[in-house]
């Protein structure tokens, strides 16, 4: 079956603009992670959503990041008036459950680029 | 200080030479992931551990919960493993949330 996808795979925005990035992950997965990669650093965690409820969202860097996943599926992360410190890429994951008990499926990312 | 720290940073290689890429934490952890990501960005899980010891082909993983250290070991070792791997730990306090090493960025040369 198909992997997680995202898109869009690269966004080049002027500081100040919104930007929303889409995250469709494996048909089934409750459990969907958004995370963070600056350039030649590990990834950080932004937050996770089981279903549609967003459990935990302390990884979100200002109240400028918000993420959702209404149904319980596709997710979007949209950043507000993004900033030069915004750009990084933008990873979603989906797995069938909680970070300790399953294995987590990447998507390929968004490069998220602010001029 | 990370809470996750991996050495080395750089590891270059000769083709069928054994490769350690180690991994330490200071939190208590309910799991050790150890991830692999290609150029342009893909990351594909290896292992999920939290106990023992874990083969899969030519990868190894280990955990030693009371030393608080993982490795993977590479036997073999061939140019397409060339690729950063990152170690990723699930925080006791937190089942939702992963914490990322830096990432060893692995050279095989042929």
């Known amino acids: 079956g198909a992997g997680v996808s995202q898109s869009p795979r690269y966004k080049v925005a002027k500081r100040g603009q919104d930007v929303a990035l889409r995250c469709d992950p494996i048909s089934g997965h409750v459990s969907l992670f958004w995370y963070q990669q600056a350039l030649g650093q590990g990834p950080e965690f932004l937050t996770y959503f089981q279903n549609e409820a967003q459990l935990d969202k302390s990884g979100l860097p200002s109240d400028r990041f918000f993420a959702e996943r209404p149904e319980g599926s596709v997710s979007t992360l949209k950043i507000q008036r993004t900033q030069q410190e915004d750009s990084a890429v933008y990873l979603c994951a989906s797995s069938w459950g909680l970070a300790h008990l399953f294995e987590q499926y990447f998507g390929p990312g968004t490069r998220l680029t602010v001029t | 200080k990370n809470e996750v720290e991996q050495s080395p940073q750089n590891l270059t290689a000769q083709e069928g030479e054994f490769i350690t890429i180690n991994c330490s934490y200071s939190?208590?952890?309910?799991?050790l992931h150890w991830l692999q990501q290609h150029p342009g960005g893909g990351i594909v899980s290896l292992f999920m551990?939290?106990?023992g010891k874990k083969k899969h082909g030519r990868l190894i993983a280990t955990i030693n919960i009371q030393e608080k250290h993982s490795s993977l070991h590479i036997t073999a070792s061939h140019p397409r493993d060339s690729a950063v791997y990152i170690c990723?730990?699930?925080?006791?306090?937190?089942?939702?949330?992963?914490?990322f090493g830096e990432g060893t960025q692995l050279t095989v040369n042929p």
């Open positions: 551990l939290s106990s």
């Open positions: 939190v208590g952890i309910s799991a």
């Open positions: 990723a730990v699930c925080q006791e306090t937190s089942g939702s949330r992963l914490t």
